[in-house]
């Protein structure tokens, strides 16, 4: 049975790390492509950053970029993503999902290409 469950958000201070996790069960996991979304309350989700099936190719949108880092091991089926210098504005729930591609281009985002979803894992930050 496919499966994809994120785990690690909680409640944190601006200006502190976590952390977040995802388990893929089920699915040839080093094939694709995976990535964070995240959605606050009252806005539409959006895409946070994506890696291909290997390490070497990583995209981030630009409120992320140079504070938070996509990671995958494919040898434990997971993937990672840390959060670090987190603000206010980052507080969202975070969502893991595995792309029907195996590499992020520079349109990655669009969540029809990503048909494996996890339900998510509430990361809200505090001033």
């Known amino acids: 049975q496919a499966q994809v469950v994120e785990s690690g958000g909680g409640l944190v201070q601006a200006g502190e790390s976590l952390t977040l996790s995802c388990t893929i069960s089920g699915m040839a996991f080093d094939d694709y492509a995976m990535a964070w979304f995240r959605q606050a309350p009252g806005k539409e989700r959006e895409g946070v950053a994506c890696i291909s099936n290997n390490i070497y190719s990583e995209r981030y949108t630009k409120a992320v970029v140079g504070r938070f880092r996509i990671s995958r091991d494919n040898a434990k089926n997971t993937l990672y993503l840390r959060l670090n210098s987190l603000k206010v504005e980052d507080t969202a729930r975070y969502f893991c999902?595995?792309?029907?591609?195996?590499?992020?281009?520079?349109?990655?985002?669009?969540?029809?290409?990503?048909?494996?979803w996890g339900q998510g894992t509430q990361v809200t930050v505090s001033s």
């Open positions: 999902a595995m792309s029907m591609y195996g590499s992020c281009g520079v349109d990655w985002t669009p969540e029809s290409d990503f048909p494996y």
